[in-house]
């Protein structure tokens, strides 16, 4: 049973097996002629032939021949697609003889197996020497070494046996003929599935050989040259009576339509072409005047192209190139042409340059004869003008020289491979040198010319000046730079100093002062100086290359020395003047001395001669000045210690401060650290094993503040938004702001943002603090009003507050209302300045300029529809205790501005122009709402400028509020500067602007000026008004007048010793007795006297009696009123009322003064107690006090008052 079925399920699996093959059946027959093998990609597919009655007979192989004209049953079987597991090779042979070729017309079974690819070949053979040309039928071909995207592929080889590459071709091309010769192959391959045309090639045999036509130009030679290692083939030149033959080389001169013919099947395999040229040329012009290529003459060859040009003396040749790169001996140009310039030399050498195309040299200069080469490879193709020639007279290169005579000049020739000469005139007499110039002493009116295009590249010249101060005076001259000669050459100048041998040479380099930077080292600015000494029995030793700017001010030293500056040809000469002294006496050899800037540095030092050798037995000094409250650390960085051969020497280094006695260290020992006060440094040197190396030494002097920094915490993390930004405003180096221990030259703390900050060395006065607080409200409805003030910073900033800014960011529907506290604004214009302490800028965003506002002014609001700032800059911020300013949040209006104005009387109102005195944004509107006050008209006087637009429309538009007629509409196709109108009621003014016109900018300032309005009916009643009230007035005088005088007779006036002062028939008279004059008599009866004495009858009918005396004998027993003195009689312009209470109820009468003695207050002691007016003496007065009202000390009584 399990033998049963494990038989099942290998018979299943071979079932499924071959239901997954693939298998092909079809039967062919081919051609007659044609060899057919048809072979398998994959190991496991075969091709088998059915045969047989029933064909049950197979026979199945990789590779199968099928026999011309034999039709075969053919199966084809594999487990992947058949159509890319075979190929099926079809080979033809096409016979020719000299003349014929059998079958004259190539043809394909293109129904054969077309499932599969196909590769068809055709060999030919022919007769030697016989070419067979094969014509392509339809469309040409084209040659090309990527596949075909039609699938069908020619490829074409010129022996069956030969190993080079084939090459290929593409149906759709200029290519109509094939040429081959015996042995050739051409073959098609077509991939699965693609239609191949029956009919291909027509194919002709003839003699092998080549005919072309060339022409040659009249100044041209051309050499044809075979390769021996390649075929044999001749060259014949044709048209005469027998051909004229060559095998290996042929010369071909100027011809026109010259006929050639080449035996062989390429020629240009086989032959190289040279062709020469010549180019006459004289100082003017060449002949011909460009190289020229024939693109067509001998296309397909190599070729090497040469133009031999013939240049007179003192001539300057220009050749121009499309863009060469000169290439070295081992480089290949990419497109396969290569040009080549040789030139003689004025020494009779050869000189050779090679270059590719594509580069960045157009035009050469060339002296003398010279040739121009261009090699062209089988595949390159040259430009069809080469070159184009300029032929000039050459002219040198002249400087005049006319110098001092302590002066010399050295000419350097530093290109020993130009062609360049330099010659020197004097005294009418030139030579001429191609090597280089020795010194020219003392050249006085010399003229030196360089017989080349560009001398600054080949020469370099040194001017010397001597100073000997043993002869001429060095007591701090300044040494200038003669910057007249040879200015974009490179220059050295060089100053040879010598004092006397016990004395030194002291330099001062003021200013600026000098950097050290290594020997070989040169300076950004191109200005490089070096000091360098001549020692005794010793080579000379650098003291040091330096650079402007720097530490070190005055180098001293021994003897003899030189001062070097040297400048680049590209860099304008601008030198550092120097001073000359002599110095004192030294055992040093040398002396730097330098001043260490205030701060935080770290400068290096090297040693003579480094990094060779510091010279032996000699010894430098380094003197140091160290500012105040600095601390100076010192650090050899590297150092060589020599053998010193003496036992006993070492190299010393010494420290010396003023006042301290020497410390002497190792070079191994530790330096100095964190000392302060000057100090100098020696170095001394043994005498040493030459042998080994020497003594060199760099080392570092570093320097830092003492001081302590101000620190600052700021928190910005608490209460409202703000961000704070503080910057570096002085020219202080030494100021050091740190963030966070990261130095910055601005600090920028941002909301929410907690920092350490640190200041040293930094005055209040050289920073700026400034702040700013973002206000965002993204939805209108909900944006409150918001007051601003000035938020409280920490206390522990060292700067107070420059500025502070709002930034405010709204919905676009909405518009923002800027309110004064006080209850208007006033915009800072010419004629109403605001003061600087309380100014509030306002922008826009995008930093659009709206205008400087401060308080009491005429504006009582200001809307912006925009996003904007607000800054303000007053002296003393942090006592801003109230708000500076309201803002809330309206509703969208349609302009970007609105002012809503309320003019006063006073004085003249200014409006002006966003951005005033500059123009308006452009595209921007902006709204004045004027509201004048009750009674008044607006005189507006408008100033217009710059009303003219590039694109849009400008308009200036006035109405009234209520009636809405236009006061004024102007537009920008208007020329108007000034108009004047009136307004007799609130009005609109209303700008709109455009895209102005070039640089003018629209600006519009208006003034507006009240005045009352006059209505005549009022003021005609006034008059009337007045007129009948001064009739009213003047009845009522008249009627108190009389009836006054009428109880004259029957009133009189007494006094009453007890009871208040009251006026007779009027008991409700309530002025006080300093309000009237009811005390004051013009005139006493003496008849009346003793009036007390009268009888009752003779009291009066109101009961009081009048005309009595009575002595006063105390207080009454009510409280006697207050007694005023007179008002003074107002002044002439004061206001009074219209009638004054005496000229309406009393009669005018005199005034009489009243004095102390005078008032009721008081009474005179010398009267007697007696009835009658009599004094008991004439001495003084003597008061008494009548009443406790006044109790304040009483003024001296003058004398001119009695």
């Excluded at 003017?284 to 024939?294: H, I, L, M, R």
């Excluded at 002294?581 to 002396?591: F, N, V």
Aim: aromatic residues 6%; contains cysteine.
């Amino acid at each position: 049973m399990r033998f049963c079925g494990a038989c099942a399920l290998l018979a299943l699996l071979l079932v499924s097996s071959l239901d997954s093959s693939e298998s092909l059946q079809t039967t062919v027959k081919p051609n007659k002629g044609s060899d057919v093998i048809v072979s398998s990609l994959q190991p496991d597919c075969t091709v088998c032939t059915i045969s047989g009655v029933n064909g049950n007979q197979t026979s199945c192989q990789l590779s199968l021949k099928l026999e011309p004209e034999e039709e075969v049953k053919l199966l084809f079987q594999c487990p992947q697609p058949v159509e890319q597991s075979y190929n099926v090779t079809i080979i033809s042979l096409i016979e020719c003889t000299k003349d014929a070729c059998k079958p004259p017309t190539v043809e394909v079974q293109s129904s054969l197996l077309p499932t599969f690819s196909r590769t068809f070949s055709w060999k030919l053979k022919a007769p030697e020497k016989t070419l067979v040309s094969l014509k392509v039928i339809g469309n040409g071909l084209s040659r090309t070494p990527h596949p075909c995207n039609d699938g069908r592929q020619y490829s074409v080889l010129t022996s069956e046996t030969s190993k080079e590459v084939p090459t290929q071709y593409c149906e759709g091309g200029s290519e109509t003929q094939l040429d081959l010769s015996d042995q050739g192959v051409v073959s098609l391959e077509a991939k699965p599935n693609t239609q191949v045309e029956s009919v291909l090639f027509q194919a002709f045999a003839a003699p092998m050989k080549r005919v072309m036509t060339v022409t040659i130009g009249p100044a041209s030679t051309v050499v044809l040259t075979r390769d021996p290692g390649k075929d044999e083939c001749e060259v014949c030149v044709s048209g005469g009576a027998s051909p004229d033959c060559h095998a290996t080389e042929k010369t071909l001169k100027s011809a026109e339509k010259l006929p050639l013919e080449f035996r062989c099947l390429k020629p240009e395999d086989v032959f190289t072409m040279k062709m020469t040229t010549k180019i006459e040329c004289t100082q003017t012009s060449c002949t011909p005047a460009s190289a020229e290529v024939d693109l067509d003459l001998f296309k397909g060859f190599k070729k090497t192209l040469t133009w031999d040009v013939t240049v007179p003396d003192r001539t300057v040749l220009t050749l121009e190139f499309p863009g060469l790169k000169e290439k070295s001996a081992s480089e290949d140009c990419e497109d396969g042409i290569q040009y080549t310039v040789t030139t003689m030399r004025t020494d009779g050498q050869m000189r050779t340059n090679s270059y590719c195309k594509h580069g960045p040299v157009s035009q050469l200069d060339l002296f003398g004869n010279m040739a121009v080469t261009v090699e062209v490879s089988k595949e390159g193709e040259p430009d069809q003008t080469v070159f184009n020639t300029t032929a000039a007279p050459r002219r040198g290169r002249s400087t005049v020289v006319n110098s001092d005579p302590n002066m010399s000049l050295i000419i350097t020739k530093v290109d020993k491979e130009a062609d360049c000469q330099v010659c020197v005139t004097e005294a009418s007499k030139q030579t001429c040198t191609s090597e280089t110039l020795k010194r020219l002493k003392n050249p006085r009116n010399a003229s030196v010319e360089f017989m080349c295009l560009q001398p600054q590249k080949v020469y370099t010249v040194e001017i010397n000046r001597e100073i000997d101060c043993t002869k001429t005076s060095c007591s701090g001259n300044a040494v200038h730079v003669n910057n007249e000669f040879f200015s974009n050459y490179n220059r050295t100048f060089t100053w040879d100093i010598k004092v006397q041998p016990t004395q030194t040479f002291h330099l001062d380099f003021p200013g600026s002062g000098l950097r050290q930077i290594p020997n070989e080292g040169t300076c950004p600015d191109g200005h490089t100086y070096s000091v360098i000494l001549y020692l005794h029995r010793a080579s000379p030793a650098t003291i040091g290359t330096f650079c402007k700017g720097g530490t070190v001010t005055s180098i001293l030293g021994q003897y003899k020395g030189r001062v070097m500056l040297t400048v680049p040809s590209d860099v304008t000469l601008d030198p550092m003047d120097f001073q000359l002294k002599i110095g004192p006496q030294s055992e040093a050899t040398a002396i730097v001395k330098v001043n260490l800037p205030r701060g935080t540095s770290d400068t290096e030092f090297i040693t003579p001669n480094y990094p060779k050798d510091f010279p032996d037995e000699k010894q430098i000094l380094w003197e140091f000045s160290i500012p105040g409250m600095h601390n100076y650390s010192v650090k050899f960085s590297e150092h060589s210690a020599p053998e010193c051969l003496n036992e006993g020497d070492v190299v010393v280094v010494e420290y010396q401060q003023e006042g301290k006695k020497p410390t002497r260290t190792a070079l191994t020992d530790p330096q100095p650290q964190h000392q302060q006060g000057a100090f100098n440094l020696t170095l001394k040197n043994c005498k040493t094993n030459q042998t080994l190396p020497g003594l060199s030494l760099r080392y570092s002097v570093s320097v830092m503040r003492s001081g302590h920094p101000v620190l600052c915490t700021v928190d910005l993390t608490k209460g409202e938004a703000v961000s704070v930004q503080i910057e570096k405003v002085g020219a202080d180096p030494l100021c050091e702001m740190k963030k966070d221990s990261v130095e910055k030259k601005t600090i920028n703390v941002a909301k929410g943002e907690t920092a350490k900050l640190s200041f040293l060395d930094c005055p209040s006065e050289d920073l700026r603090l400034t702040a700013s607080k973002l206000i965002a409200c993204a939805n209108a409805s909900l944006c409150t009003p918001t007051p601003l003030s000035i938020p409280t910073l920490d206390s522990c900033l060292p700067m107070p507050l420059h500025s502070f800014s709002w930034l405010f960011t709204i919905p676009h529907e909405a518009t923002l209302d800027l309110v004064s506290p006080t209850g208007s604004l006033r915009q800072s214009l010419p004629g109403q300045e605001c003061d600087p302490s309380s100014v509030l800028r306002v922008d826009e965003n995008d930093g659009s300029f709206i205008g400087d506002f401060c308080s009491d002014g005429v504006i009582q609001k200001l809307q912006v529809h925009s996003n904007i700032s607000i800054t303000v800059t007053p002296r003393d911020l942090r006592r801003s205790e109230e708000p500076l300013l309201n803002v809330s949040v309206s509703p969208e209006i349609k302009e970007d501005i609105i002012y809503r104005i309320s003019p006063n009387l006073m004085s003249p109102t200014i409006l002006a122009t966003p951005n005033w005195p500059n123009g308006m944004k452009a595209h921007s509107s902006v709204s004045w709402i004027v509201d004048l006050p009750w009674m008044t008209h607006a005189l507006v006087k408008v100033d217009i400028s710059g009303l003219e637009c590039k694109h849009g429309h400008a308009r200036i538009n006035m109405k009234h509020q209520e009636e809405g007629n236009d006061l004024l509409d102007i537009g920008e196709s208007e020329k108007t500067s000034t108009t004047n109108m009136t307004a007799r009621q609130s009005f609109y003014l209303n700008l709109t602007n455009c895209q102005p016109e070039g640089s003018d900018q629209f600006n519009v300032k208006a003034t507006i000026n009240l005045e009352r309005k006059t209505n005549l009916l009022p003021i005609l009643l006034g008059l009337v008004g007045a007129v009948l009230l001064l009739l009213l007035i003047l009845t009522v005088v008249c009627i108190v007048v009389r009836k006054k005088k009428s109880k004259m007779a029957s009133q009189a006036s007494i006094y009453m010793g007890k009871g208040n002062i009251f006026r007779p028939n009027d008991r409700h008279f309530v002025k006080t007795r300093a309000d009237n004059d009811s005390h004051v008599y013009d005139y006493i009866d003496d008849s009346m006297v003793y009036g007390h004495l009268l009888t009752d009858s003779e009291i009066t009918s109101n009961g009081v009696q009048v005309d009595s005396y009575q002595t006063f004998t105390g207080p009454s027993d009510r409280t006697l009123p207050v007694i005023k003195e007179p008002d003074p009689e107002p002044e002439k312009g004061q206001y009074q009322s219209f009638l004054s209470p005496s000229d309406t109820f009393m009669p005018p009468r005199p005034r009489t003064p009243i004095e102390r003695q005078d008032s009721l207050g008081f009474q005179d002691r010398r009267m007697l107690d007696n009835e009658l007016y009599t004094f008991k003496s004439t001495g003084d007065m003597n008061t008494i006090r009548l009443s406790g009202v006044d109790m304040e000390p009483q003024p001296p009584i003058m004398e001119e008052s009695l």
